[in-house]
């Protein structure tokens, strides 16, 4: 089953509105999640890591006003995405390491359309 | 920025052909994982090497890495349709921590 869930699937939005999506991990506590940006037929680029407690890190280049990153939870963590513009439009996953420490393991995306 | 890059960005087979896709990267690394991605999915992991390994076998999956020249290749026996998707290559380009730098990726195809 799901590790790793996100939600919601897909949304579309109007320009201007501020969109979020959810990533729970599902089996077990979380205190690191990553957030990555994927634009089509790209690789995945990632922009910050969510850090339980405490303020996420935000990759060099990405606005961290305009991505707000939330980690409520050891389970939950949140993006949202601020005043959106079409140019935002992309497939958003998050990922939770694994006991392992080098693997992750990835949600099933989000994609965000910005009419 | 993207560390790693991938040959061939698009690959197209007939099943029960071997498909090989080759990753490079530019800084030392930890390790070197493999994982596909369906579609407008999530990614799954699919195989780990470790630095100080050159070979790594998981079902149909040769894994080979050369950190002399960094690079590594991804190999899938006797492919079936169902292998069709996305591969990338993803090094811990930040030493000691968990952070994952990804190829662009090859997009598979297998033909029926």
């Known amino acids: 089953g799901a590790v790793v869930s996100q939600h919601p699937s897909w949304v579309i939005c109007k320009s201007g509105t501020s969109v979020k999506i959810e990533c729970r991990s599902l089996?077990?506590?979380?205190?690191?999640m990553f957030w990555y940006r994927q634009f089509p037929k790209q690789s995945l680029m990632l922009m910050a890591t969510?850090?339980?407690?405490?303020?996420?890190?935000?990759e060099q280049g990405v606005e961290k006003d305009k991505f707000l990153i939330n980690h409520a939870s050891l389970t939950l963590s949140t993006l949202t995405v601020t005043s959106a513009h079409p140019e935002d439009s992309s497939f958003y996953i998050c990922?939770?390491?694994?006991?392992?420490?080098?693997?992750?393991?990835f949600g099933p995306g989000t994609r965000l359309l910005v009419l | 920025s993207q560390q790693g890059e991938e040959d061939p960005q698009a690959l197209s087979i007939q099943e029960g052909e071997n498909a090989t896709m080759n990753c490079s990267y530019k800084?030392?690394?930890?390790?070197l994982q493999w994982y596909r991605q369906n579609s407008g999915r999530g990614l799954v992991h699919l195989i780990l090497?470790?630095?100080?390994?050159r070979e790594k076998h998981s079902g149909r999956l040769r894994v080979t890495l050369d950190t002399s020249k960094k690079s590594s290749s991804l190999l899938i026996t006797a492919s079936r349709a169902a292998d069709t998707a996305s591969y990338f290559c993803?090094?811990?380009?930040?030493?000691?921590?968990?952070?994952?730098?990804f190829g662009q990726g090859t997009r598979l195809t297998i033909n029926p």
């Open positions: 990922s939770v390491p694994t006991g392992n420490r080098w693997t992750q393991y």
């Open positions: 089996d077990f506590q979380a205190t690191t």
């Open positions: 969510s850090n339980e407690g405490s303020k996420a890190t935000y």
């Open positions: 800084t030392s690394i930890n390790n």
């Open positions: 090497i470790r630095s100080n390994e």
């Open positions: 993803a090094t811990d380009a930040y030493q000691g921590a968990q952070k994952l730098v």
